[in-house]
């Protein structure tokens, strides 16, 4: 049940990244040049998927339990941390050189572009990596 | 240049936001797409079906635009391999080091006002577009 309940959702938030078009390369690394080839429409998708998520997250967590878990699981740490900006920075520099964050990348590695292909493991591993750094800090 | 397509990006952000509130209501959970990626990589805890289910969900996606529109889904990847194996590394080790993504920081954390998550977005924004300005405009 897990299972496909996640599989539904996935398809969905995918359907919505190509629909967008955030899963072109091209259009993300245009809306971050803001000095050259603009292209304004990734903040339509950001605003989008905000107001939707903002009112959505309000009826949901009105309710005393998700519908197939015993408790909501929300992120409880209020300080800004080194780690976090760190981690922002260099997840945003590699934004930056590629055009892809996690989503996207995973939802068009079917489609075979080699660059995708390259992309995908190397992310992979440096989750790997990461994961495996922040345990040894006795976190998570 | 690409187009800009306000409507499209829009409509798909608002059914990226559908889906995290879909997975808030269905499993208490923040749809953060680094997040559950990394929870299919070893050590697994707490299961793997739900990462699976939401990576293939994803990886579905295009095919199932392509099958609904009839038209081919549009994207232009950098084949310099090199530079996608590092953007992938930085994007995998950021995300996680700085526990989140564009969906995670960008639409959950934003929609549910975190403080940390509009640090972390306001920071991979500008560590984006200050890559792209120097990719495109000073070294280019």
């Given at each position: 049940m897990t299972f496909l309940i996640n599989l539904a959702i996935g398809?969905?938030?995918g359907t919505?990244?190509?629909?967008?078009?955030?899963?072109?390369p091209a259009k993300v690394l245009n809306f971050l040049d803001i000095a050259g080839t603009w292209d304004p429409s990734l903040a339509f998708v950001m605003g989008g998927a905000v107001i939707v998520a903002f009112l959505g997250f309000r009826l949901v967590l009105g309710r005393p339990a998700p519908v197939f878990s015993d408790a909501f699981q929300l992120p409880q740490r209020k300080d800004i941390d080194a780690r976090l900006v760190l981690g922002a920075a260099?997840?945003?520099?590699?934004?930056?050189?590629?055009?892809?964050?996690?989503g996207p990348a995973?939802?068009?590695?079917g489609l075979g572009a080699p660059g995708v292909l390259a992309f995908v493991p190397s992310m992979l591993a440096g989750m790997w990596v990461a994961r495996r750094l922040a345990d040894g800090q006795g976190d998570r | 240049m690409t187009e800009f397509t306000p409507i499209a990006s829009l409509i798909g952000g608002a059914l990226i936001g559908l889906a995290a509130v879909l997975l808030m209501l269905m499993q208490g959970r923040i749809a953060g797409i680094s997040g559950i990626a990394s929870r299919l990589l070893p050590p697994w805890?707490?299961?793997?079906a739900g990462p699976l289910g939401f990576v293939l969900g994803l990886a579905a996606a295009p095919f199932a635009v392509m099958l609904a529109t009839g038209a081919p889904v549009r994207q232009a990847v950098s084949?310099?391999?090199?530079?996608?194996?590092?953007?992938?590394?930085?994007?995998?080790?950021?995300?996680?080091?700085?526990?989140?993504?564009?969906?995670?920081?960008?639409?959950?954390g934003i929609a549910r006002l975190s403080r940390r998550s509009l640090v972390a977005t306001a920071v991979f924004m500008a560590a984006g577009i200050a890559?792209?300005?120097?990719?495109?405009?000073?070294?280019g």
């Amino acid at each position: 049940m897990t299972f496909l309940i996640n599989l539904a959702i996935g398809l969905l938030l995918g359907t919505g990244l190509v629909v967008s078009g955030m899963s072109d390369p091209a259009k993300v690394l245009n809306f971050l040049d803001i000095a050259g080839t603009w292209d304004p429409s990734l903040a339509f998708v950001m605003g989008g998927a905000v107001i939707v998520a903002f009112l959505g997250f309000r009826l949901v967590l009105g309710r005393p339990a998700p519908v197939f878990s015993d408790a909501f699981q929300l992120p409880q740490r209020k300080d800004i941390d080194a780690r976090l900006v760190l981690g922002a920075a260099l997840f945003g520099i590699g934004w930056g050189l590629g055009g892809l964050c996690p989503g996207p990348a995973l939802a068009t590695v079917g489609l075979g572009a080699p660059g995708v292909l390259a992309f995908v493991p190397s992310m992979l591993a440096g989750m790997w990596v990461a994961r495996r750094l922040a345990d040894g800090q006795g976190d998570r | 240049m690409t187009e800009f397509t306000p409507i499209a990006s829009l409509i798909g952000g608002a059914l990226i936001g559908l889906a995290a509130v879909l997975l808030m209501l269905m499993q208490g959970r923040i749809a953060g797409i680094s997040g559950i990626a990394s929870r299919l990589l070893p050590p697994w805890r707490g299961g793997i079906a739900g990462p699976l289910g939401f990576v293939l969900g994803l990886a579905a996606a295009p095919f199932a635009v392509m099958l609904a529109t009839g038209a081919p889904v549009r994207q232009a990847v950098s084949s310099n391999l090199a530079l996608m194996v590092a953007a992938g590394l930085l994007v995998g080790f950021g995300s996680v080091w700085g526990n989140g993504c564009t969906s995670g920081h960008g639409v959950c954390g934003i929609a549910r006002l975190s403080r940390r998550s509009l640090v972390a977005t306001a920071v991979f924004m500008a560590a984006g577009i200050a890559t792209v300005f120097l990719v495109r405009h000073v070294w280019g």
